[in-house]
């Protein structure tokens, strides 16, 4: 089925963000590993999971829409701490919320209501899962103190 080159080419450059997140994730997750903070880590690693996912539903669309997809993956920007991970982690997802809406908006031009249906499924995960759970943490460590924290996120790493 010959799809909007439009919507296309913006389902190319959402699954560069995917895969960016994937990206970003993993390597946080391992670091989180290394540090024994178990807790993060199983959340993290999880979110790299499902980041992988998206993509996958974004390139297997594009190839409904007899697209070519484009594996160039965004910048990411990695921690260097818990807090600064967190946060660095939190800023993705709020950029990746804004280029679900703007593909909202495209696929309703474009009148692709099926991959408009697929980016507010990927928008309701992005902002009720991901991006609220990171909120969460941050507002932890103002609550509890980072010390107490990090202490929290303790854990055996599988």
């Known amino acids: 089925m010959k799809g909007s080159q439009k919507v296309i080419d913006y389902l190319n450059f959402l699954i560069g963000g995917e895969l960016g997140a994937r990206d970003q994730y993993f390597i946080h997750s391992q670091m989180y590993h290394e540090w024994h903070y178990g807790k993060l880590y199983s959340r993290i690693y999880h979110e790299m999971q499902e980041e992988t996912d998206h ?46 809406k703007d593909g909202i908006k495209l696929c309703e031009l474009e009148q692709d209501y099926v991959t408009r249906e697929i980016l507010v499924a990927q928008l309701v995960d992005t902002e009720e899962d991901h991006a609220h759970w990171l909120e969460q943490q941050l507002g932890l460590i103002d609550l509890m103190g980072l010390q107490n924290y990090l202490q929290s996120q303790l854990g055996d790493v599988a």
């Not at 996958?56 to 594996?71: D, F, K, S, T, Y």
């Not at 807090?83 to 950029?95: N, R």
Request: charged share 25%; glycine share 4%; hydrophobic share 45%.
């Open 55 to 100: 993509a996958r539903a974004l390139i297997n669309r594009v190839l409904m829409l007899e697209g070519v997809p484009n594996m160039k993956v965004a910048d990411i920007n990695i921690g260097n701490d818990v807090p600064s991970m967190l946060k660095s982690d939190l800023e993705l997802e709020y950029s990746v919320r804004q280029h679900l």
